[in-house]
T-cell receptor, first 116, second 110 residues
Framework: NAGVTQTPKFQVLKTGQSMTLQCAQD?????MSWYRQDPGMGLRLIHY???????DQGEVPNGYNVSRSTTEDFPLRLLSAAPSQTSVYFC???????????????FGPGTRLTVT | RKEVEQDPGPFNVPEGATVAFNCTYS??????FFWYRQDCRKEPKLLMS???SGNEDGRFTAQLNRASQYISLLIRDSKLSDSATYLC???????????FGSGTKLNVKP
């Protein structure tokens, strides 16, 4: 049981390049999310998914696309990288504990992206 | 206005001390509340959920005050290994949107 995995761990892109950050989970969680973490700003939600085929925008969706064709995978695509997208990206999956309204969330190890 | 606000610290305390963190949230419709711990350059990990009646897990006690919209975390008998950043997290009425505070840094010193 690997939990939530992310690849790559590190990436350097030039402005204008595109790439896909991969995220996979093997816990059969319905809910998955992408966050970015910048110094002093905490984690901000980019996009999330409540199940295969269903995605929605978070707080900071501009410049990013997602899709969810399977329960396991939730890739994040940067269409045209910009220096402002330099950040640490975390993928997470979550499930209901069965207690009313309580969902627990598990994070992948993160991808450190630098855009020059 | 941020959904969740925390004092960034750092809180510098000696081993064995008791330390408390608070955070406030802006959306009265928030449904679920959590404390996460994040070590330097690592992913956040769930420390504990926060229930309306308050809850305790060993040396850690969490409280929720819905009327004043704040959450607290108390750590008793601090250990060196407690040094980390503590993130306050709430969900909106949509349980799958999690809002994170920017974190409170704790340094426990010998």
């Amino acid at each position: 049981n690997a939990g939530v995995t992310q690849t790559p761990k590190f990436q350097v892109l030039k402005t204008g390049q595109s790439m896909t950050l991969q995220c996979a989970q093997d816990m059969n969680h319905e809910y998955m999310s992408w966050y970015r973490q910048d110094p002093g700003m905490g984690l901000r939600l980019i996009h999330y998914s409540v199940g295969a085929g269903i995605t929605d925008q978070g707080e900071v969706p501009n410049g990013y696309n997602v899709s969810r064709s399977t329960t396991e995978d939730f890739p994040l695509r940067l269409l045209s990288a910009a220096p402002s997208q330099t950040s640490v990206y975390f993928c997470a999956s979550s499930y209901s504990t069965g207690l009313a309204g309580v969902y627990e969330q598990y994070f992948g190890p993160g991808t450190r992206l630098t855009v020059t | 206005r941020k959904e969740v606000e925390q004092d960034p610290g750092p809180f510098n305390v000696p081993e064995g001390a008791t330390v408390a963190f608070n955070c406030t949230y802006s959306n009265s419709a928030s449904q679920s509340f959590f404390w996460y711990r994040q070590d330097c350059r690592k992913e956040p990990k769930l420390l504990m959920s926060v229930y309306s009646s308050g809850n305790e897990d060993g040396r850690f006690t969490a409280q929720l005050n819905r009327a004043s919209q704040y959450i607290s975390l108390l750590i008793r008998d601090s250990k060196l290994s407690d040094s980390a950043t503590y993130l306050c997290v709430v969900t909106g009425y949509n349980f799958n949107k999690f809002y994170f505070g920017s974190g409170t840094k704790l340094n426990v010193k010998p």
